[in-house]
């Protein structure tokens, strides 16, 4: 095992004017979990590629535990990989796709067959060792994909969107089972993908990624609760957290005819103006605060939400309530945040957290 280190790690594909990459520095300790996420084109793949040794690294450094890996070749790096189409040879067994690197690698024949079938018991695969990928389910050729990256016991496990061939059932399943089995292996991770809820139950930590850049590394409840900037903010949580951009009045902000109080020690960061942000499951129905028309409400079994537009700002809110009781389509209601420790405050012109 071993802890995994970017210093300043850039990548920048030609023609193109902007790194996919810039300047990354991130320390992910050993035995971690690390989720790396962000929306499509942010470079996540790029960042886990370059520590695959399948992309270069323009500048910058690669660090796994105290070796420079920054241009080792990719088979002298002591990782293992899972993609998203789990490329396992058709032509072979279960067993010896699972078995195949460690052949490449003159491990023998005999020890082979003990890591095998040790990863095999692991992820339940037993019963399927001599059978050929084709007859097998999504499912269990995920875990036939698990198993090649397991038998070689690595430093550092490399996973690009290893549920998305998956549906969405399995993929519940699965990324429960992988969290798990990572926990117990204590193998370092890094898990790149695009889907959120991944990001917030798998993870030690996450990596939010945009444009190239690190927004934010932190416990998933951190993010969730002190999201650092506008996009990290917007990112995670589904549907994203209302953004208002509203002038300062009396100390605070007013949202209808209430007034949301906002720190003295805050207010003097800024120039007139915050962004202020409200998940939807901390807005509510009240006697007092934005006047909005509800404009479609959404069911979702076992939450309703509210989308509404006000009346003199453009802005539209989306606020969750009881799924047993629902306003009405077309009827006015006011909204307000129900704990004004749920009230988060940004910098409009920076978007950094205040
Ligand atoms: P996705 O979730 O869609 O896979 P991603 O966050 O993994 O996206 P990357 O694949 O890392 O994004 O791509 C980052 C940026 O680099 C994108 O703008 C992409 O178009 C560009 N890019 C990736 N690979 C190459 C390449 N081989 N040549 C040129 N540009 C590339």
């Not at 209808?256 to 805050?266: F, K, M, N, Q, T």
């Not at 009346?311 to 909204?335: C, F, Y």
Request: glycine share 8%.
């Amino acid at each position: 095992m071993a802890s995994v280190t970017f210093e300043k790690a850039t990548r920048v594909f030609d023609g193109q004017e902007r790194p996919a990459v810039d300047a990354i520095d991130l320390a992910i300790e050993d035995g971690e979990f690390l989720v790396l996420v962000g929306p499509s084109g942010c470079g996540k793949s790029t960042t886990l590629r370059m520590l695959a040794g399948l992309e270069d690294v323009d500048s910058g450094r690669l660090l796994i535990g105290d070796r420079d890996v920054t241009h080792l070749a990719s088979k002298d790096r002591d990782i293992a990989m899972v993609f998203q189409n789990y490329a396992l040879y058709p032509h072979m067994t279960v067993a010896e796709n699972m078995g195949f690197a460690l052949k490449i690698a003159r491990v023998p024949k005999a020890e082979i067959r003990t890591r095998v079938e040790e990863a095999a018991a692991i992820l339940d695969l037993t019963p399927y060792l001599d059978r050929k990928p084709k007859a097998l389910s999504g499912g269990q050729r995920q875990r036939v994909a698990m198993g090649r990256a397991i038998v070689r016991s690595p430093q550092v496990f490399l996973m690009d969107e290893p549920l998305s061939n998956l549906d969405a059932k399995l993929r519940v399943q699965t990324r429960t089972q992988i969290a798990a089995l990572q926990r117990r292996l204590g193998t370092t991770t890094v898990y790149v993908t695009h889907d959120q809820v991944e990001a917030m139950t798998m993870g030690d930590r996450v990596a939010v990624m945009d444009a190239g850049v690190l927004q934010q590394v932190a416990t998933p409840r951190e993010i969730y609760d002190r999201p650092a900037n506008v996009f990290v903010a917007g990112f995670l949580g589904s549907p994203a957290m209302n953004l208002l951009e509203l002038p300062v009045v009396d100390g605070g902000v007013r949202l209808g005819d209430a007034l949301v109080p906002i720190e003295r020690s805050v207010l003097e960061r800024v120039d007139g103006t915050v962004t202020l942000g409200v998940r939807p499951e901390n807005l509510g129905i009240s006697e007092q605060g934005l006047p909005i028309t509800v404009s479609v409400v959404e069911e979702t079994g076992a939450d309703a939400y509210l989308y509404g537009h006000t009346e003199n700002l453009t802005e539209n809110l989306v606020a969750r309530t009881d799924w047993r009781r629902p306003p009405e389509k077309g009827s006015h209601i006011r909204l307000a945040p129900l704990d004004l420790a749920d009230v988060h405050v940004f910098d409009p012109a920076t978007g950094h957290r205040l």
